[in-house]
């Protein structure tokens, strides 16, 4: 089975910066689009930042400027930075990738379970 665990969440000040990262693992043959979405308490999820294998990049719009998505395609795995946070950014943040299995060849999308980002003084 195929599953994406992300990483790199914590508390962090006002003004500060950190780096998640999602890695795919499984019986993977390759991964297409990815991206990073979140959720913030009261609030519906959310479209922060989207891939593509060739590189192309999708922002939401409030966002542009603070949080750059990466990938590397050896690794399967995403990346998004974020600086210069704020209190509102405080949120779970979900990875989400299409992947395609090796056994299968089927593409399908998956979610990770999320990483808690916590931006407070």
């Known amino acids: 089975q195929v599953q994406l665990v992300e990483s790199g969440g914590g508390l962090v000040q006002p003004g500060g910066s950190l780096r998640l990262s999602c890695a795919a693992s499984?019986?993977?043959?390759?991964?297409?689009?990815m991206g990073w979405y979140r959720q913030a308490p009261g609030k519906q999820r959310e479209l922060v930042a989207t891939?593509?294998?060739?590189?192309?990049?999708n922002y939401a719009d409030s966002l542009k400027g603070r949080f750059t998505i990466s990938r590397d395609n050896a690794k399967n795995t995403v990346y998004l930075q974020m600086n210069s946070l704020k209190p509102e950014d405080t949120a779970v943040y979900y990875c989400?990738?299409?992947?395609?299995?090796?056994?299968?060849?089927?593409?399908?999308?998956?979610w990770g379970q999320g990483t808690q980002v916590t931006v407070s003084s």
């Open positions: 499984g019986s993977i043959f390759s991964c297409d689009a």
């Open positions: 989400n990738a299409d992947v395609a299995s090796s056994w299968t060849r089927t593409w399908r999308n998956y």
């Open positions: 891939i593509t294998s060739g590189g192309s990049t």
